[in-house]
Nanobody, 124 residues
């Protein structure tokens, strides 16, 4: 069982930056591939990116490539989403998710554990 808690959301102007954190409970965090998803009002939840359980690889949605970076600190049981050059269309609730020894899949159904989400609002 893994519990996930996101933090770091807020209001930022277009072009600005935010760093989201996702803190995980449990001793086996390093065994989990971690994903970030987002859901804008009236839209389905969408894949943002993911980092492999061993930290060896990352994948990103085309819409955020070159602007967002995912990293993890297994000693702190935390995964991060650094978001730069933010755009109004990045406004959404951002969720982190975990899957045990999973691939960096974009399918939300592949992830077993989810956080409660954190709101990111980008003003124009």
């Amino acid at each position: 069982q893994v519990q996930l808690v996101e933090s770091g959301g807020g209001l930022v102007q277009a072009g600005g930056s935010l760093r989201l954190s996702c803190a995980a409970s449990g001793r086996t965090f390093s065994s989990y591939t971690m994903g970030w998803f987002r859901q804008a009002p009236g839209k389905e939840r969408a894949f943002v990116g993911a980092i492999y359980w061993n930290g060896g690889s990352t994948d990103y949605a085309d819409s955020v490539k070159g602007r967002f970076t995912i990293s993890r600190d297994n000693a702190k049981n935390t995964v991060y989403l650094q978001m730069n050059r933010l755009k109004p269309e990045d406004t959404a609730v951002y969720y982190c998710a975990a899957q045990l020894y999973g691939l960096t899949t974009a399918r939300s159904n592949d992830y077993n554990y989810w956080g409660q989400g954190t709101q990111v609002t980008v003003s124009s």
